[in-house]
């Protein structure tokens, strides 16, 4: 099949979402993006992907490279870019790295950098060691070494190994906790994944605004191109998974945190470092690290900084200029978004005058082609087409 030959484009693993936002942005420039995903998708809906290809199961690492491997030989796609969108798929291609190379562009790095974003225990490790604050976190091995941490309550359970398969049960802050719920939700645990892969963690109190992202194209130790944005709003509402509602800030703090980080483990490609303010300390404490398209990655377009297209250049041997994102954008998940805004107005009045205020830029949100103005935000918001 010769048909995705005229251009090299891009195969995408993973077409929620993120996987979408690629498409859009790759897609808008005439490059052919080929999605590959094993379940029902928003993918299927767009106009940018070139060609969306079902498959059985992306989970298991060797599969998953086999199957890449498969497609890209059917479609002939040849000296392509590679676009992780998941987790899962990161690890696979960062172990078998060096087998995809001979017939892709691997944009993920080998596994001696991934494991320090792959792994929480790594990531916590390594930002001690280079004295980047971080929450207090524990790795009991049995509910007898749980127990010399029940003075500390409320805590959060979380998977150091990042697993499509493990929902993490985490004990909600600011709700009644105690010893027999932490031993519960441990046991629970203990009973999906191996007990030195979970993670016992302080919850840092306060909600999702006080959440900062470090978004970077990072290259030769250094951002290419990057911005930093705030959790406006995030779903469930109290201890949030997914953010709903973003907006690029100025933040210098957190970029300096995440260069240190980054350059410690010689990083490439697309980056997303998540930190939250402790007010206890005014110190801003790492979170996480995803070391691949994230979910509001979109916003990077919006406010200047095409990342998909960053990277696609940079492995297409493109030159293309440094750029910094403008501060004041936002980026809205409209669907998830909605019931998380009107919650938020019911439950404190002062709320509506917060998300009805003002605002000089667009949310770029994922389902319509129109500008419009949206009661109850009184904001112009344009939204993208599929």
């Known amino acids: 099949m010769k048909d995705a030959q005229q251009t090299i484009g891009a195969l995408v693993i993973g077409g ?3 996987g ?3 498409a859009r942005s790759l897609g808008r420039r005439g490059i052919p993006v080929y999605i590959l995903e094993d379940q029902h998708s928003i993918s299927s809906f767009s106009r940018y992907p070139t060609r969306v290809i079902r498959v059985k199961d992306l989970r298991d690492e060797r599969k998953t490279v086999d199957t890449v491997l498969e497609v890209g030989r059917r479609y002939e796609l040849r000296n392509w870019v590679l676009f992780p969108t998941r987790d899962e798929t990161v690890a696979a291609f960062s172990r078998y790295r060096t087998e995809l190379a001979e ?4 944009t993920t790095p080998d596994w001696e950098t991934v494991k320090w974003a792959w792994d929480k225990k790594n990531t916590h490790e390594l930002a001690i060691r280079l004295e980047i604050p971080t929450p207090e976190t524990w790795n009991p091995r049995s509910l007898e070494e749980l127990e010399p941490l029940y003075g500390r309550l409320p805590l959060a359970i979380k998977p150091a190994v990042k697993r499509i398969s493990f929902m993490r049960p985490a004990l909600k802050p600011g709700e009644p906790t105690t010893a027999d719920q932490l031993r519960e939700l441990f046991s629970k645990a203990a009973r999906q994944i191996k007990p030195e892969e979970i993670m016992v963690q302080e919850i840092i109190p306060g909600g999702g605004t006080q959440q900062f992202s470090y978004c970077a194209f990072f290259r030769d130790g250094q951002a290419h191109s990057s911005l930093v944005a705030r959790r406006g709003r995030q779903h469930p509402r109290e201890f949030g998974r997914a953010a709903t509602y973003v907006e690029s800030i100025e933040l210098p703090e957190i970029e300096e945190l995440s260069t240190r980080f980054l350059k410690a483990i010689n990083y490439y490609g697309l980056v997303e470092i998540e930190f ?11 979170l996480d690290v995803n070391a691949r398209t994230w979910g509001f990655h979109s916003i990077g377009a ?5 990342f998909p297209y960053l990277l696609y250049a940079d492995q297409m041997g493109l030159e293309v200029k440094p750029c910094r994102g403008k501060p004041g954008v936002g980026w809205l998940r409209l669907l998830a978004d909605m019931p998380t805004a009107l919650s938020e107005i019911c439950m404190d009045s002062s709320v509506w005058a917060r998300i009805s205020g003002p605002s000089n830029e667009p949310a770029w949100s994922q389902c319509s082609v129109m ?3 949206c009661p109850p935000w009184r904001k112009s918001y344009s939204f993208l087409t599929y």
Not at 103 to 106: I, L, Q, Y
Not at 276 to 286: H, V
Not at 302 to 306: L, P, S, Y
């Open 276 to 286: 939250k303010l402790d007010f206890r300390d005014g110190k801003y404490k790492l």
């Open 20 to 22: 979408l936002g690629v």
């Open 103 to 106: 017939f892709f562009r691997v």
């Open 302 to 306: 919006a406010a200047g900084v095409d």
């Open 16 to 18: 929620d979402h993120p």
């Open 371 to 373: 500008k419009i103005q």
